[in-house]
């Protein structure tokens, strides 16, 4: 379970808005929080399965029905100031630390009081997975793997 940290403050009305935020451009090491014109929503997907709690929200693995691939679909509380001031970190933490060893973010959109983040699913499981089945082989075993 782990939280999203960003170092970026957030520059935006703190009012709700209808759509999701995203992040459009970096000026100067800080990213602008703009309206999005995202283009999933929540009847877009069926679930396929519940995920682990996490620390803050929940995740399911979902499909995405216009595409048919599978996503992680992430669902942040996004109606007081703390909760959105979280998950707009937690989009721009996503949007700025682009790189082929991270899951990318596809899209955010809204659903009903929550801020959802559909991420890249990764069928090998996450880096804590590896790690626990790692642990229990021989060095020349995890050259292998």
Known sequence: ?????SA??????KQKTASAPTVTQ????KATVT?????????????????????YGRSQLMKHLPTGKLEIVCSLPYKEGKDIKIADE????LEVLK??????????????????????YCSGGSLRDV???MSGMNVNDRLIV
């Open 1 to 5: 379970s782990e939280e999203f940290v």
């Open 8 to 13: 970026i403050e957030p520059k935006h009305n």
């Open 26 to 29: 970096t000026v100067l090491g």
């Open 35 to 55: 309206s999005s014109t995202s283009k999933s929503k929540w009847e877009n997907y069926q679930l396929v399965k519940e995920l682990p709690s996490q620390t």
């Open 90 to 93: 937690a989009i721009k933490t």
């Open 99 to 120: 790189s082929p060893y991270i899951a990318s973010l596809i899209d955010t959109f809204k659903h009903e009081s929550d801020i959802c983040l559909a991420v890249q």
């Open 131 to 133: 790690i626990n089945k």
